[in-house]
């Protein structure tokens, strides 16, 4: 793991599709609830559309104190210069986001079993996270669920990485 972050208690997505609103006004509203770090997540617009989306809401987080990382999308966190980026295991590798975004970038990348946690480990990534633990509708190229059984698994085996 790279470094002393620690996620705020509550850290919430958006997703344009589940809520009908666009990210700017997710932001603003999470804001409003309290969040200090959000990812903007869009799985189904075109690059320019997310952009010029993801613009918005980083202006208004940045009115509110609010962190913004970028999920997949580490073109779009450089361009913009969001406070860093979540990853898939199919995107950028971690080590070629930390050298694009530099060293005082949030850095997540997800996991979906015991192995790649632990692999996880040695990457210079500031959180892990690990799913899905329960069936989700909200994406259609999920691995198999863990359940609370795995999650406590993958917990064991990362557990010294907690600063």
């Not at 344009?16 to 200090?36: C, E, N």
């Not at 892990?128 to 999650?151: Q, Y």
Request: aromatic share 4%.
């Amino acid at each position: 793991m790279q470094s002393s972050f620690r996620l705020p208690r509550i850290y919430p997505l958006t997703d344009v599709q589940v809520s009908g609103l666009s990210h700017a006004d997710q932001v603003h509203l999470l804001s409003l609830g309290g969040a200090t770090l959000i990812q903007l997540r869009e799985k189904q617009r075109p690059a320019l559309h997310f952009y010029e989306q993801a613009k918005a809401a980083l202006a208004i987080a940045a009115r509110s104190g609010v962190k913004v990382i970028i999920n997949d999308r580490v073109d779009v966190a450089l361009a913009l210069g969001a406070h860093g980026v979540h990853l898939g295991q199919d995107d950028i590798p971690p080590e070629a986001a930390r050298t694009l975004l530099g060293r005082e970038a949030i850095i997540g990348y997800s996991t979906h079993n015991i192995d790649q946690a632990q692999k996880a480990l040695n990457l210079p990534i500031d959180y892990l996270a690990v799913g899905p633990i329960f069936k989700t509708s909200t994406k259609t190229d999920t691995s198999p669920t863990l359940g609370l059984d795995g999650l406590r698994a993958v917990r064991r085996v990362t557990a010294p990485c907690r600063s």
